[in-house]
């Protein structure tokens, strides 16, 4: 079975500065894919970032960009120029790229709890 | 376009009573996942339903738990005598298909007294 681990339960930045959480997972499958989600006070998980574990191009959205590592299995978050509203929790989740009930399912990790200072 | 819709927001309810929670997917959406995430930890696989497909059921706790989705389209997650433990926010998501992202909603926090 896959697991994800968030080493940090919380973390704190300075707005406009950069920060990186951690996650690492462990899994003996070759292909999968990765994400990570913020969950803001609203309950609702949103889509931060994904990566195909395939692809060796870290995946980057506008300030969110991840540092995959396959063979370390590690696959942090950094956040450039942090924003008041990045302020929530985020949570790296692992999904199998196989076509069965394995593949249904993310796997998340326990979470980290960003706070953002003004 | 409208998003996936949970309801209720919130249900407090005695230990031992049947609690039903509602999911209505995005429309067009084949698949529906239920997690349960208990406070201050991630998110914890339930059910899966995808087309007219027998759905996942690996994740359920116990006998107790069990959850329809009707039409393909709105899923109901019914806990039968419920315990302390069951105490957790319930969030539903769908997606186009297996393999695309998933959206959620704002989750169902259920409370047993």
């Known amino acids: 079975a896959q697991t994800v681990t968030q080493s940090q339960p919380e973390m704190s930045v300075q707005e406009a500065e950069t920060v990186t959480l951690s996650c690492t997972y462990d899994t003996s499958e070759s292909d999968y894919y990765l994400f990570w989600y913020k969950q803001p006070p609203s309950r609702q998980m949103i889509l931060v970032i994904r990566q195909e574990a395939y692809k060796q191009q870290n995946a980057t959205e506008n300030r969110f960009s991840v540092n995959f590592q396959k063979a370390a299995k590690s696959f942090s978050l950094k956040i450039s120029d942090s924003q008041l509203g990045d302020a929530a929790m985020y949570f790296c989740a692992y999904r199998s790229a196989m076509n069965n009930n394995a593949g249904n399912m993310l796997t998340f990790g326990g979470g980290t709890r960003l706070m953002v200072k003004p | 376009g409208a998003g996936v819709s949970q309801s209720p927001s919130n249900k407090v309810t005695e230990k031992g009573k049947d609690v039903e929670l509602r999911c209505d997917p995005i429309s067009g959406h084949t698949a529906l996942y239920w997690y349960r995430q208990s406070l201050g930890q991630g998110l914890e696989f339930l059910i899966y339903f995808q087309g007219n497909s027998a759905p996942d059921k690996s994740g359920l706790p116990s006998d107790r738990f069990s959850a329809e989705r009707t039409g393909g389209s709105v899923s109901t997650l019914t806990i039968q005598r419920t315990q302390q433990e069951d105490s957790a926010v319930y969030l539903c998501?769908?997606?186009?298909?297996?393999?695309?992202?998933?959206?959620f909603g704002n989750g169902t926090r259920l409370t047993v007294t």
């Open positions: 998501a769908s997606s186009w298909a297996q393999d695309s992202p998933l959206h």
